[in-house]
């Protein structure tokens, strides 16, 4: 009789915890927040150090979120094949119990993501499934430090616990999901509209580049030739050809300028790395501003689509034009650098007085940069750190990428 009379009670109790999770649940709309919230409830019917639901993320990755302690389980996906939890979502298992998970084998496997457990001494584990329409979603896992605490009862309270979960932060899953899958829409949609203006400015650009063109050939060149052409018909005087040859000297040398700066010939010629140490010494000089050049990419820039080597060098190259013109610098320190498996990156640094004083033509620049950026997919920084500095970084996938660096001195 009064064993009746105990199961009656606990039925009672477990019924009265049951339904205070439930009302719990019901005002929250996001997951760590109703796991935080039933928490404390939990804790009356079983003990923990650590409570977590585990959830499917795709066929072969698992997303935990954790209550009190924070570990690795949390802070990223983890590959089914690792996971201590491994047997209960292949089926193999419908619950699993651990007196001392730290000398459990189906939790401390080679190459399992074990370190929570034995960074937390989480040492008695009971885990049950939780299933929505039949379907395994994710697991249920309590975790205590005190050993052989947990049994078969456990088991039972458990996935009583479960069951009531399960159909809440599924739903709460749905929901996360789909506002993660908005947000990337409305990325996409936004680069596709960033891409458009970009390319709109670009051409604007282009346009204002060729009119420059236009104007040096007609202002000085062609002047300067016209001039020459009046000399050489000239027969009244003598030709002087030392002036003449001075003259067709300093033609020929306002014509390189201007075919160099449409068309980056030392670029094709000599590499990336040469091309901007180049610039960057005629743009800068050496006397009043000191320049460096740091390449560290083994030519990986150089092996990039033609396209979007040539973005990169006008990129760095009005990175330097704006450190000369604008930034009053005593130093300008170039760096380029591809770390295996990564991004590319390039980073122009100056010590001058930063973007603040620079004025409308520093700010045409940049966006002039950003253009070319956003065309070619990628991301471009910008930042006063005692001085300015640019780094432009170009992911793996797309062929580049980018380094910190710390402020000149």
Known sequence: MKDDVAKAVAALHTRDILLRISAHLARETEIQAALTTVADVVAEVLPHTHFDICLSDGPDWLVSYEVGIKTRW????????????????????DHMI?????????????????????????????????????????TLNISHSQVGLFDETSVEIAQHLADVLAPYFHALRLIERAQRDARERSMVKSREEGLRQGASRLTQALEQERQRIGMDLHDQTLADLTRILRQVGE????????????????????????????VPSQLVLFGFAHAVEEHAIKAIGADACAVTVDDRTGGAIDRLDPTVRTALYRITQEAVNNAARHANASLVAIEMDHAPSGPLCISVRDNGIGMAHGGGARRSGLLHMETRARLILAELDIREDAGTCVTLTLTQDRGATTTGIGPLV
Request: proline share 4%.
């Open 98 to 138: 651990c007196s001392n998970a730290m000398e459990d084998p189906r939790q401390t496997f080679s190459g399992a993501t074990s370190e929570p457990i034995f960074n937390h001494a989480l040492r008695s584990r009971v885990h049950v499934g939780m299933k929505v329409m039949g379907q395994l979603i994710g």
């Open 74 to 93: 949390s802070r990223r996906r983890t590959r089914l094949g690792n996971s201590p939890l491994r047997a209960l979502f292949s089926g193999e298992l």
């Open 235 to 262: 027969q009244a005087q003598p030709l002087d050809r030392a002036a003449l040859n001075d003259g067709l000297s300093a033609c020929i040398r306002d014509l390189r300028r201007i075919i160099d700066e449409a």
